[in-house]
């Protein structure tokens, strides 16, 4: 399981990459997180451009996979675009150039109700 964190601690977009990566490298995990956990499905947050994002507990090795994959694609740097998808306090983000919906990658951008 990966580490959790908080949105106050949440992590640089490379960090995040990083984590990700020895995630992948270190565990047999299917889940990254515990989607039952009383924290909520929200498990690693992270901080990029001013907003706040965070990938959800029962987000799958295989999406996983996926976007590192697309990371590397795009040298580090792959775009983020929000799909209109929302939920009462988060919108849902489309990777890479393609805007891709990556199955297993629930990543969402929080949506502050301030």
């Known amino acids: 399981?990966?580490?959790?964190?908080?949105?106050?601690?949440?992590?640089?977009?490379?960090?995040?990459?990083?984590?990700?990566r020895v995630w992948l490298d270190d565990s047999f995990d299917d889940l990254v997180g515990d989607p039952g956990?009383?924290?909520g499905t929200a498990w690693l947050w992270v901080r990029h451009g001013g907003d706040h994002y965070y990938l959800q507990?029962?987000?799958?090795?295989?999406?996983?996979?996926?976007?590192?994959?697309?990371v590397e694609e795009s040298k580090g740097d792959p775009d983020?675009?929000?799909?209109?998808?929302?939920g009462e306090?988060?919108?849902r983000v489309a990777i890479g150039r393609?805007?891709?919906?990556?199955?297993?990658?629930?990543?969402?951008?929080?949506?502050?109700?301030?």
């Open 89 to 91: 306090d988060r919108e």
């Open 57 to 70: 507990a029962n987000s799958r090795r295989a999406g996983i996979r996926q976007y590192i994959n697309l």
């Open 80 to 86: 983020w675009a929000l799909t209109g998808q929302t």
């Open 98 to 114: 393609n805007r891709e919906m990556i199955d297993g990658f629930e990543f969402y951008r929080h949506a502050s109700q301030r």
């Open 1 to 20: 399981m990966l580490e959790q964190n908080t949105r106050e601690s949440a992590l640089r977009r490379e960090e995040f990459h990083r984590a990700l």
């Open 37 to 39: 956990s009383h924290a």
